[in-house]
């Protein structure tokens, strides 16, 4: 596998995907590595469940493999704004008066990529209440 997935457009790494020169599942593994490795000097994300994660990612191989992608997206791990509903995922808008919110249904744009296939790595930090142009919270 290519050691600078993180420098492909969406396009390219989709028809990588497509071509099964890279399993959903390694591209997942790739950048979950790279949190892991980075998050704790940019503090970019802020909440992520891996297990659900490469659930998707497994799904969407699984898929790519029998030739059933459910569009371009499909494989490809995106974050989420956390301010964002995304279904049983912590949703803090950058605050700690939401720090245990977990909504019980997904906004219309998760929906979507849900349904695009995209697998979900996690959410993004925030501003407090999303009301500023940098983020500077107690999250």
Known sequence: MSASLERLSIAALSSRIARMAVSPVEVFEYFFSRFERLNRYVNAIVAVDA????????????RAL????MSALDGIPITIKDNIFVRDSTV????????????CRDDIAIERLRSAGAVFLGTTNTPEFALNQYTDNLV
């Open 92 to 103: 803090t808008w950058g605050s700690q008066l939401y720090r245990n919110f977990r909504p």
């Open 51 to 62: 297990e659900s994660a490469r659930a998707m990612a497994r799904a969407a191989e699984k």
């Open 66 to 69: 029998n030739g059933s992608r």
